[in-house]
């Protein structure tokens, strides 16, 4: 394919996305500044909102992207995941077959309907790109995301994410029903039968990896990266939650931004960033002290605070 200038490259995943996934217009600018900032996904949404589709549509979009899929499940166990060991009968040894996580895109679909077991299996795959069998170290691709989903209604038969495995998701997106003219465009159109299978790329896996490196250089000033600090530190004080967000997830806001800067054409972080990327990056990063308390409305609250008199 011909080289992808590095600007043309997020616009063109967001304008493909479109293509495929309508009435998430929002959803899809956080989203691909989430990926681009070298973040995964947990995607909370009901089901037929678009959740597995937006992933599959990624994968097309990127050149020699490879895609696999794990619906998880109670009787899941690690190495169904991770991969195992098999005995060689002709060779007398173990050898390691690889499990789908070795792959670029991973959709962990319905994470949280497997036990904790399998859960925190991921755990060393997402943080430290790598599984570890048989006393071995089998590093994973260079480019590697999980895209993982839950069902926020349906708790029957479920096991809720550890704090330790949210804390791995750079921000939680939740796909919403489509406003009306965008519904009626999916029924006139059926996007994931008729536009998927024939989307043009957009960039090549090297292509994408360069971009993700354009947004870890975007700059950002000290006055917003001391609101991010603030953001986070009031989450911590605060007398309606009883976690407040760990200096890592600091780090995830502040690169979740710049992705945010890179989608939007700048190479500097805005306070508008700052605000648009604090729920999706923390929200899922705190413990509210009580079922009725709106976390979202909450994270808002406080950002916007810290982040007065810098808009």
């Known amino acids: 394919m011909q080289e992808t200038p590095i600007k043309n490259i997020p616009q063109g995943l967001i304008d493909g996305l479109k293509m495929v996934i309508k009435g998430q217009d929002e959803l899809i600018r956080l989203f691909c500044a989430s990926i681009l900032a070298g973040g995964h996904v947990l995607l909370e949404g009901l089901p037929g909102t678009g959740k597995t589709t937006l992933a599959q549509t990624l994968s097309a979009l990127i050149d020699s992207s490879d895609f696999s899929r794990i619906q998880f499940t109670p009787d899941l166990l690690p ?10 009968r002709e060779k007398s ?8 996580v070795f792959t670029h895109i991973l959709l962990a679909d319905e994470i949280n309907r497997t036990t ?104 950002c ?42 989608v939007s054409g700048r190479d500097y972080v805005t306070a508008q960033d700052v605000l648009d990327m604090a729920v999706p990056v923390l929200s899922h990063r705190v413990s509210p002290l009580s079922s009725e308390i709106d976390v979202s409305d909450l994270i808002n609250r406080i950002s916007r605070e810290e982040s007065l008199g810098l808009l």
């Open 221 to 262: 000033e000290e006055s917003l990266m001391r609101a991010v600090v603030k953001i986070c530190a009031a989450t911590r004080e605060s007398s309606e939650l009883q976690a407040g967000v760990s200096p890592r997830g600091g780090l995830m806001l502040l690169g979740a931004c710049r992705g945010l800067a890179l």
């Open 93 to 100: 040894n173990f050898e390691f077959r690889p499990g789908p």
């Open 116 to 219: 904790p077991k399998v859960q925190s299996a991921l755990l060393e795959v997402m943080s430290e790109q790598q599984v570890s069998q048989g006393g071995r170290t089998y590093p994973l691709k260079d480019f590697f995301l999980v895209l993982a989903t839950q069902n926020p209604l349906d708790h029957e038969g479920t096991y809720p994410l550890p704090e330790a495995q949210k804390d791995r998701f750079m921000v939680c997106l939740k796909p919403s029903y489509p406003d009306m003219e965008s519904e009626l465009a999916i029924l006139k159109g059926d996007p994931s039968h008729t536009v998927l299978p024939s989307l043009d790329v957009v960039c090549s896996l090297g292509e994408f990896m360069e971009c993700r490196e354009a947004a870890a250089s975007v700059y």
């Open 79 to 88: 190495y169904d995941i991770t991969g195992v060991d098999v005995w060689n």
